[in-house]
């Protein structure tokens, strides 16, 4: 069942979100330093990866265009065990790529990798803001004739805080809206996700939803506020996100599709929609996990839509709970 918000609902929900109520515009247009390089032509990979690394790594991203960069896979796995999770993300920070994934200690070492296609014509965005349970931010209006996508993304919980995790994803809906959620059983009802899969398992069937603070938010800042509100509307925790998009020309878009389906539990792995070729270079517009049993500590995360044996994996130590995953992309030439 799908729950629909009707708008006399959405005004009584804005009305009682005043603790998260300072909200500002979005810039009405790309900023000149989300420029990237001139020239182009073809898209090229490149895989980052670091090992042995605590809370956070940094490695090169090995491009003279690291603007023109756009998220196609990635694997962040806790060595030696699962945790509850704080942070979790794929940043490009200038030619470099961060990686972070800690609990509330982070001093656990992890393993992260991730791919990339490079093209000169790309130009990218950065968006943070902070909020609980779901919601969607407006992507700032990129170039004429131009397509989003995922550059990077990264999930932080306050300082010294962290959780379970039942749900998490981001997802760009529209070409004009990325739609975020990082979400634990604190508070949330998940009746209406069990058993879907693939196509299907939109973030829009989560009967919840939670105004952010505006998305053009230092990333000081956006910290400062999840130390003073731990948790937002209806007891959903608080978290902070910020989500790097990526403006491919159109023309370099050959297709786009959705893909999803259900492991763990005993049960056959299933996938339905539109797998992408081996040799396809994927451009990422979203992923989301779901832990259809209850939440759970994270050992693995991971999305390689090229991969023909996992194309996607979200697992605590065990590794035996059942989840159900989706994967938007488009194919780039």
């Avoid at 990082?182 to 919840?208: M, N, T, W």
Wanted: net charge negative; with cysteine.
């Amino acid at each position: 069942m799908k729950f629909i918000i009707s708008a006399a609902a959405l005004a009584v929900t804005l009305s009682a979100t005043s603790a998260l109520a300072q909200i500002r515009d979005l810039p009405p247009r790309l900023p000149e330093e989300a420029i990237g390089c001139l020239g182009g032509g073809g898209v090229n990979s490149l895989r980052v990866q670091t090992r042995g690394a605590q809370r956070t790594a940094t490695a090169p991203l090995n491009t003279a265009c690291p603007r023109g960069a756009v998220l196609s896979a990635f694997s962040m796995a806790f060595q030696g065990g699962d945790h509850k999770l704080n942070t979790i993300g794929i940043l490009r920070e200038g030619g470099n790529v961060r990686f972070d994934m800690a609990d509330r200690n982070g001093d656990d070492s992890f393993t992260p990798s991730a791919t990339f296609l490079v093209n000169g014509n790309i130009r990218s965005v950065e968006l943070t803001a902070v909020g609980s349970g779901e919601t969607t931010i407006a992507i700032p209006a990129g170039p004429a004739g131009t397509v989003p996508v995922l550059q990077g993304f990264k999930f932080f919980r306050s300082e010294g805080t962290d959780a379970n995790v039942r749900l998490i994803g981001v997802q760009i809906i529209d070409d004009s809206q990325v739609r975020v959620a990082l979400v634990d059983d604190q508070g949330a009802d998940f009746r209406s996700l069990e058993g879907v899969i693939g196509k299907a398992f939109e973030f829009s069937f989560i009967p919840f939803a939670a105004m952010f603070y505006s998305p053009t938010l230092p990333p000081a800042e956006a910290i400062a506020i999840l130390a003073r509100d731990e948790f937002g509307e209806g007891g959903m925790r608080s978290y902070g996100i910020t989500v790097q998009i990526a403006f491919v020309p159109g023309d370099m878009v050959m297709g786009r599709a959705t893909f999803g389906g259900t492991r763990g539990g005993g049960r056959r792995p299933r996938i339905e929609g539109e797998r992408p070729a081996e040799d396809a270079s994927i451009a990422l517009q979203g992923f989301r996990f779901f832990f259809e049993n209850s939440d759970h500590h994270l050992r693995d995360l991971k999305v390689m839509p090229n991969n023909s044996g996992t194309p996607a994996k979200i697992g605590d130590s065990d590794g035996e709970d059942p989840f159900a995953w989706a994967v938007d992309y488009v194919v780039l030439q």
